[in-house]
């Protein structure tokens, strides 16, 4: 009943003004746009209107450029402009998986209602959206591939046109949707930010869940007015609208028994990368198995939600990551990965369905089932606090080996400066050896990602060539940059196989030539030869084993690579 309401009033406004109704309109709920009507959409809809400009801003995978749309009360779009003008960014990107097009269809809705002045735009806050950020994905439409999603008649798959899922590749950046979507995230200094999906997982009476940023993430005042005041403001709303918000439910690793963690966002995904540079991010999460119609109207709902409450703080939001950006610029350490902190809970209130269990028809053994006929509605433990797992104190300087041009080239995209050697120098330095890890055994997005790292640190003098990077961190993104050259960072480029070269040994040698030389290598090095003797003591199978000893001189003999295991990243310290 309540999405009938909602749906026939939206379905009455339309009749006023110059109404251009959406494909999810026209077909009662039923149908999402595709890629080309939406964008065909924008287009019409910005020729009735100097409030919106339509942009392109790079290239995807599929051989398409990424559309950016924009909407400004005062019909200003130029970012140096919005920073004069003291106005909020809120940016919306829609479709990044194209089996899950809520956000696609609310999105055109929101605006259209917009340009109509249906709804007042906001003068302090400039809306940018991403129509359909997985073009490649939106084309390749079927009805089969979300099993267990209710409706729309047809939508795109997950994967894009590498079939990559591109929630995990803002820091990797596999694809070009990805450097594209940086190119623009930068371009626009988003304020907030808001990243539109559909669940799977459990069946529960909730229409709309949410991940919003970790407070503790964010860190000082910035995320706890995010705690406090800014996420209670967006569910107080939301209950207004009749939607019940509750936290995202993830369902691989939720027992509501013991209690549910807020959700956990490495920078590999959208709003764990926007919270890298401070701005405040969200994931709308719609239930797969509530109506389409419904699941649209909530997220329209959430959308303007987000921007009537980023007006309404606009002030607070402007001065308190200013206070956060400046911070990062002087901070001192950084957290690379964290913990559920199970000393800092809240209480929730959840609406969900009893399991239960019968015969299922295609196996004839028991399943388990949610039973609609048992709702409930309990209050459950939230954990909602993190705290560091693993600081690392932040360097003066980074320096990097000049044939690593793919890092480079990304930590430019994001807006990191950088200058170079001039010419060859010798300086001390910290220097890391990878001294033990392990990696996926099977290829995630295009990967075998690297982990559990653990590194050799030393202080040596180490010569630099002219046209070796240097980085200094006192810059907004140093955040950014340390938890991408931090080897043990969850995504850092070290985790995604950007610098696996230097995992492989390089020469070796033949056991013929190499004995001679080994023994004379014993006869000038006493250390050596007390090192080998206390292993021979101590390991019996070692002893006997001629290539486990020779290869053991080989590797603390002056002919043994550098270069292997050698991280190619180097700190310069803060001078004591």
């Given at each position: 009943?309540?999405?009938?309401?909602?749906?026939?009033?939206?379905?009455?406004?339309?009749?006023?003004?110059?109404?251009?109704?959406?494909?999810?309109?026209?077909?009662?709920?039923?149908?999402?746009?595709?890629?080309?009507?939406?964008?065909?959409?924008?287009?019409?809809?910005?020729?009735?209107?100097?409030?919106?400009?339509?942009?392109?801003?790079?290239?995807?995978d599929a051989g398409y450029p990424l559309h950016v749309v924009l909407l400004s009360a005062d019909a200003s779009f130029e970012p140096r402009q919005w920073k004069k003008q003291n106005k909020v960014v809120y940016f919306i990107l829609n479709g990044i998986h194209p089996g899950e097009p809520d956000g696609i269809d609310a999105s055109m809705m929101l605006a259209r209602d917009y340009i109509n002045k249906k709804i007042k735009l906001p003068t302090n806050v400039v809306i940018a959206l991403i129509p359909v950020y997985n073009i490649g994905g939106?084309?390749?439409?079927?009805?089969?591939?979300?099993?267990?999603?209710?409706?729309?008649?047809?939508?795109?798959?997950?994967?894009?046109?590498?079939?990559?899922?591109?929630?995990?590749?803002?820091?990797?950046?596999?694809?070009?949707?990805?450097?594209?979507?940086?190119?623009?995230?930068?371009?626009?200094?988003?304020?907030?930010?808001?990243?539109?999906?559909?669940?799977?997982?459990?069946?529960?009476?909730?229409?709309?869940?949410?991940?919003?940023?970790?407070?503790?993430?964010?860190?000082?005042?910035?995320?706890?007015?995010?705690?406090?005041?800014?996420?209670?403001?967006?569910?107080?709303?939301?209950?207004?609208?009749?939607?019940?918000?509750?936290?995202?439910?993830?369902?691989?690793?939720?027992?509501?028994?013991?209690?549910?963690?807020?959700?956990?966002?490495?920078?590999?995904?959208?709003?764990?990368?926007?919270?890298?540079?401070?701005?405040?991010?969200?994931?709308?999460?719609?239930?797969?198995?509530?109506?389409?119609?419904?699941?649209?109207?909530?997220?329209?709902?959430?959308?303007?939600?987000?921007?009537?409450?980023?007006?309404?703080?606009?002030?607070?939001?402007?001065?308190?990551?200013?206070?956060?950006?400046?911070?990062?610029?002087?901070?001192?350490?950084?957290?690379?990965?964290?913990?559920?902190?199970?000393?800092?809970?809240?209480?929730?209130?959840?609406?969900?369905?009893?399991?239960?269990?019968?015969?299922?028809?295609?196996?004839?053994?028991?399943?388990?089932?949610?039973?609609?006929?048992?709702?409930?509605?309990?209050?459950?433990?939230?954990?909602?606090?993190?705290?560091?797992?693993?600081?690392?104190?932040?360097?003066?300087?980074?320096?990097?080996?000049?044939?690593?041009?793919?890092?480079?080239?990304?930590?430019?995209?994001?807006?990191?400066?950088?200058?170079?050697?001039?010419?060859?120098?010798?300086?001390?330095?910290?220097?890391?050896?990878?001294?033990?890890?392990?990696?996926?055994?099977?290829?995630?997005?295009?990967?075998?990602?690297?982990?559990?790292?653990?590194?050799?640190?030393?202080?040596?003098?180490?010569?630099?060539?002219?046209?070796?990077?240097?980085?200094?961190?006192?810059?907004?993104?140093?955040?950014?940059?340390?938890?991408?050259?931090?080897?043990?960072?969850?995504?850092?480029?070290?985790?995604?196989?950007?610098?696996?070269?230097?995992?492989?040994?390089?020469?070796?040698?033949?056991?013929?030539?190499?004995?001679?030389?080994?023994?004379?290598?014993?006869?000038?090095?006493?250390?050596?030869?007390?090192?080998?003797?206390?292993?021979?003591?101590?390991?019996?199978?070692?002893?006997?084993?001629?290539?486990?000893?020779?290869?053991?001189?080989?590797?603390?003999?002056?002919?043994?690579?550098?270069?292997?295991?050698?991280?190619?990243?180097?700190?310069?310290?803060?001078?004591?």
């Open positions: 009943m309540k999405s009938f309401i909602l749906f026939f009033i939206l379905m009455i406004s339309l009749q006023t003004g110059f109404a251009q109704l959406t494909p999810f309109e026209k077909s009662g709920g039923l149908a999402s746009a595709t890629y080309f009507q939406a964008i065909d959409w924008y287009r019409q809809l910005a020729k009735k209107s100097k409030q919106i400009k339509i942009k392109t801003m790079g290239q995807t939106a084309l390749n439409r079927n009805a089969y591939s979300r099993v267990n999603q209710n409706g729309p008649l047809q939508y795109g798959f997950r994967g894009n046109a590498q079939n990559l899922d591109l929630n995990r590749d803002f820091t990797k950046c596999d694809s070009r949707n990805a450097k594209s979507f940086i190119e623009i995230f930068h371009y626009l200094q988003p304020d907030v930010f808001i990243d539109t999906h559909v669940s799977d997982g459990a069946d529960y009476q909730h229409t709309m869940t949410l991940i919003t940023t970790q407070y503790d993430k964010l860190g000082g005042e910035l995320g706890q007015w995010l705690k406090n005041d800014f996420e209670p403001a967006i569910y107080a709303d939301m209950k207004k609208k009749n939607w019940d918000l509750i936290p995202y439910v993830d369902f691989g690793n939720t027992d509501f028994s013991k209690g549910m963690k807020m959700f956990n966002e490495t920078p590999r995904y959208s709003s764990g990368y926007a919270a890298l540079f401070n701005t405040i991010g969200f994931i709308s999460e719609t239930h797969m198995l509530k109506p389409f119609k419904d699941r649209v109207l909530a997220t329209y709902d959430l959308l303007k939600t987000l921007a009537d409450k980023t007006s309404q703080y606009a002030n607070t939001i402007i001065e308190k990551r200013k206070k956060a950006n400046k911070l990062t610029t002087t901070q001192n350490q950084f957290a690379l990965s964290w913990e559920c902190d199970s000393s800092q809970t809240a209480k929730i209130e959840f609406k969900g369905y009893e399991s239960d269990s019968m015969m299922s028809q295609a196996t004839g053994l028991m399943k388990m089932f949610y039973n609609h006929q048992k709702p409930f509605t309990r209050f459950i433990t939230f954990y909602n606090s993190y705290r560091p797992a693993n600081f690392i104190t932040a360097p003066k300087t980074y320096i990097i080996k000049r044939g690593y041009y793919a890092v480079a080239d990304l930590l430019a995209l994001n807006g990191v400066k950088m200058r170079a050697f001039q010419n060859d120098t010798t300086i001390l330095v910290t220097a890391y050896k990878i001294d033990s890890y392990k990696s996926y055994t099977t290829p995630y997005e295009k990967h075998h990602k690297n982990f559990n790292v653990t590194l050799q640190s030393s202080t040596e003098a180490v010569h630099f060539l002219k046209g070796d990077y240097i980085i200094d961190l006192n810059q907004p993104g140093n955040r950014f940059i340390i938890e991408m050259l931090e080897p043990m960072g969850d995504d850092s480029y070290f985790s995604w196989n950007f610098f696996d070269g230097i995992l492989q040994q390089k020469e070796g040698y033949s056991d013929y030539r190499w004995d001679e030389l080994a023994a004379e290598v014993l006869k000038k090095d006493m250390a050596l030869q007390h090192d080998l003797e206390t292993r021979k003591k101590n390991d019996a199978r070692f002893a006997k084993n001629s290539n486990a000893i020779l290869d053991f001189i080989y590797r603390h003999s002056p002919y043994f690579e550098n270069a292997f295991k050698q991280y190619p990243v180097y700190r310069i310290e803060h001078s004591k």
